[in-house]
C-alpha cells in the first residue's frame, strides 16, 4: 500500500475520553480475534494472516489498547493492522465464533442470553461504523491507499465465505453437571462413595470483593481451554485441583455466598482457588483475554443503574478509567497473593500442595 505522508498528531486524531466510549466494541472484537488467531494454523486465520500480517501477537498488542494515548499511537504507527484487527472481529461476532465469546460472558458476568444478544446487537452496527471510520484515517484522503483497502476487504471477506466452515467452534463447559443419580454409586456394595478429600477442612471469611474475585478466577478456568488453543490456556485444563465437576460444583456454592458467614471448604476446594487464582493472576498480566476489563465494564454500567448504598471514593472518583483499572487489577491481585500465602501457611505440611505448586509454576513457563 502507499504510504501515507502529513499524518495528523494523536490530538487531532482523537477527541478526550474517545477510548472510553469505544471500549466495550474493541473489548468483544479483541475477545473474538484473540480465540481465532489462537488456532494459527487452521485455514481461515491462516489464510487472514498471510493476506494481512494480523496474528496473534499482533491481536495481543491491539487487545492489550486502554487509554486514548495507547489507541492514537496505533492509529498513527500502524492502522492498516487496526482496520484489519476491526474488520475481522465484525466478522467473527458476526458468525460462529461469537457463541462462545457470548457464552463466556453470560458466565463470566452472571448475564442471561437476551443480555448478551442484546449486547452483540447494540454493538456491532457501532463497530461497522468504526470499521469504516479507521478506514478513511488509514487511506488518509489517498485514493490509491483507499482502493488497496477496498481490495483487502474484498479479500478478508471472500476468504470469510469460503472458509467460515472450517471454523473450529469448542462451546463452552456447562455452568453445572448434570444431575446423575448413579454418580459416585458403589455398585458392589451398594452405597454411594465417601471422598475424603470431601471433608470440609478449612473456613475461612471472605470479604465480597474477594468472593467476586474467587468467583471470577473458577469461571477464567473451567472455560478458557475452552475460549483459546494457546498452550496456556490448554494446559490450565490439565491442573490437577481444576477439575470440570469440582470446578462446577463449587461455582455454585460461591454464587451463593456471602460475606455474612465464613466460608468452608473442603481439600479440592482448596486445591481448585489455590490453581484457578494464580490462573486469573497470571492471565491478567499477560492479557491472554481482557477479562478484568469486561467485568469492569460491565460493572460500572451496572452501578450507573443502581443508586449507590454509600458515598463513593472521592479518590477513586478523582481517577482516570485506566488509573482505575490499574487500580483494580493491583487490588485484586493483592487478594490473589494473600488467598494463595494464606493456603500455602494453613497447608505447609501438606505434600500434594508443592504438587499444585510445581503445576503452577509449569503453567507460567508457556506464557
Aim: aromatic letters at 6%; charged letters at 25%; one cysteine or more.
Amino acid at each position: 500500500m502507499s504510504e501515507q505522508s502529513d499524518a495528523p498528531t494523536a490530538a487531532d486524531a482523537l477527541p478526550p475520553g474517545f477510548y472510553e466510549r469505544i471500549a466495550p466494541f474493541l473489548q468483544l472484537c479483541g475477545m473474538g480475534c484473540l480465540q481465532f488467531f489462537s488456532r494459527p494454523h487452521d485455514p481461515l486465520p491462516q489464510e487472514i494472516t498471510d493476506l494481512t500480517g494480523l496474528d496473534l501477537a499482533g491481536t495481543r498488542m491491539i487487545t492489550a489498547i486502554n487509554n486514548n494515548d495507547m489507541l492514537a499511537r496505533q492509529l498513527l504507527e500502524e492502522p492498516e493492522l487496526f482496520y484489519v484487527h476491526l474488520l475481522v472481529g465484525c466478522l467473527l461476532l458476526d458468525g460462529p465464533l461469537a457463541a462462545p465469546v457470548l457464552r463466556f460472558l453470560e458466565q463470566g458476568m452472571h448475564l442471561d442470553a437476551e443480555q448478551t444478544d442484546a449486547l452483540r446487537a447494540r454493538l456491532l452496527p457501532f463497530g461497522e461504523t468504526f470499521v469504516e471510520l479507521v478506514g478513511r484515517f488509514a487511506a488518509h484522503d489517498d485514493e490509491e491507499a483507499r482502493e488497496d483497502l477496498h481490495l483487502l476487504r474484498l479479500q478478508i471477506e471472500g476468504a470469510f465465505a469460503r472458509l467460515a466452515h472450517t471454523l473450529q467452534v469448542t462451546d463452552l463447559p456447562p455452568a453445572a453437571p448434570e444431575n446423575n443419580e448413579n454418580d459416585d454409586w458403589d455398585q458392589e456394595n451398594g452405597k454411594f462413595e465417601e471422598d475424603e478429600d470431601d471433608e470440609l477442612i478449612f473456613e475461612i471469611k471472605f470479604r465480597e470483593e474477594q468472593l467476586h474475585m474467587l468467583r471470577l478466577a473458577v469461571t477464567l478456568a473451567r472455560v478458557l481451554p475452552s475460549l483459546s488453543a494457546q498452550p496456556f490456556a490448554q494446559a490450565v485444563a490439565g491442573l490437577s485441583g481444576c477439575s470440570v465437576p469440582s470446578m462446577a460444583a463449587l461455582n455454585g456454592r460461591l454464587r451463593e455466598a456471602t460475606d455474612a458467614a465464613p466460608t468452608q471448604m473442603s481439600w479440592h476446594d482448596v486445591a481448585l482457588l489455590y490453581q484457578s487464582t494464580q490462573v486469573l493472576a497470571m492471565a491478567m498480566v499477560s492479557n491472554v483475554l481482557d477479562v478484568l476489563r469486561w467485568e469492569e465494564q460491565l460493572s460500572e454500567e451496572a452501578a450507573a443503574e443502581t443508586p449507590p448504598a454509600e458515598a463513593p471514593d472521592p479518590e477513586a472518583a478523582a481517577l482516570t478509567p485506566p488509573e482505575r483499572f490499574a487500580r483494580r487489577q493491583e487490588i485484586i491481585c493483592m487478594m490473589i497473593t494473600g488467598f494463595v500465602e494464606c493456603v500455602q501457611e494453613h497447608f505447609a505440611d501438606e505434600p500434594r500442595l508443592n504438587e499444585l505448586r510445581r503445576e503452577v509454576t509449569a503453567l507460567a513457563d508457556l506464557l
